[in-house]
């Protein structure tokens, strides 16, 4: 079965301290992974995706495939990173035409 | 670009009334469009598919006599909460598919239903 996994539902840490937002998947096929971020009264967007490869605002994401993790990383994080972060897959090929959610995490970056 | 609007952004309404919630891509078409449903402090669940000028597809567990799903033009998609019910009251997100740099979903603002 297709599923995404956060364990972490609050994650608080100091501003300039290393942030990891842990997921894990479950899907037997060759999934695309996302990441999506919800500031406070803000809608959810789109962070980055794992075919990117990209750094957005300092965050990193590495899928791999071995842990079947895709855990989102930041060396310094900073009081605006403080969002509901939520990890995503896909199953269809790369499409999101099925996007699978997790339960997302809160990350708080304290002063 | 790339903004997808909703309306109403909340709404309050009697148990076996009827509400429609609109989902609008402002500045791009949408051939693509999707329905979720977020109960407090938990996830988005997929709720429907959207297709322009198709019937909708649910997933799992979703009445389709319930949730009206109408993607009459490539930037509007309706989703009517026929009967409702104080269950129904939830948060209800839509997102559109476009192509920036691969494909990607662009999520609306949401509405809170609050049915009495």
């Known amino acids: 079965a297709q599923r995404v996994t956060q364990p972490e539902k609050l994650l608080s840490v100091f501003k300039g301290a290393p942030v990891e937002l842990k997921c894990n998947y479950s899907y037997s096929g060759s999934p695309e992974l996302f990441w999506y971020v919800q500031y406070s009264r803000q809608r959810l967007q789109l962070l980055l995706r794992h075919i990117s490869r990209e750094s957005i605002k300092g965050f990193t994401a590495d899928l791999n495939k071995g842990e079947t993790s895709f855990h989102l990383k930041k060396p310094f994080a900073q009081e605006e990173d403080s969002a509901m972060y939520y990890c995503a897959l896909s199953g269809d090929g790369g499409s999101q035409g099925n996007l699978i959610f997790g339960k997302g995490t809160k990350l708080s970056v304290k002063p | 670009g790339a903004v997808v609007s909703q309306h109403p952004s909340w709404v309050i309404c009697k148990s076996g009334t009827s509400v429609k919630i ?95």
């Open chain 2, 22 to 116: 609109e989902c609008r891509s402002l500045d791009f078409q949408a051939t693509t469009m999707f329905w979720y449903r977020q109960f407090p402090k938990q996830s988005l669940m997929l709720m429907a598919t959207s297709n322009e000028g198709s019937k909708a597809t649910y997933e799992q567990g979703v009445e389709k006599d319930k949730f009206l799903i109408n993607h009459a033009s490539l930037t509007l998609s309706t989703l009517t909460v026929t009967s409702a019910h104080p269950e129904d009251s939830s948060f209800y997100i839509c997102s559109a598919r476009a192509y920036r740099g691969g494909e990607t979903q662009y999520f609306g603002p949401g509405t809170r239903l609050l049915v009495l």
